[in-house]
């Protein structure tokens, strides 16, 4: 309720799925934003359970991680490079 974002959103964006001959807007604006909080918090639950449970996986060993940084160096490089040849149309 603190973050004016999403106040925006709320008042902007979600009265356009209230019905317009309904006769409690209210309440239906309501349960649309206890729906829009429960499923964000099942994704952002379900999203924080999958990448704690992997994050050991996924942790590099000195080599790969070398390699890594070198790939993304050569990929950034490239990027730059493009960037400074093309000219702009």
Do not use: H
């Amino acid at each position: 309720m603190l973050n004016s974002k999403i106040a925006l959103f709320f008042i902007a964006f979600l009265p356009q799925f209230v019905s317009v001959g309904s006769q409690r807007p209210v309440t239906q604006t309501l349960l649309l934003g206890a729906i829009f909080c429960l499923s964000g918090t099942i994704v952002n639950g379900t999203l924080a359970l999958v990448v704690s449970s992997t994050s050991s996986g996924l942790r590099l060993g000195g080599r790969a991680r070398r390699w890594l940084r070198q790939i993304c160096g050569v990929a950034l490089i490239g990027l730059g490079m493009r960037l400074a040849l093309s000219g702009q149309r």
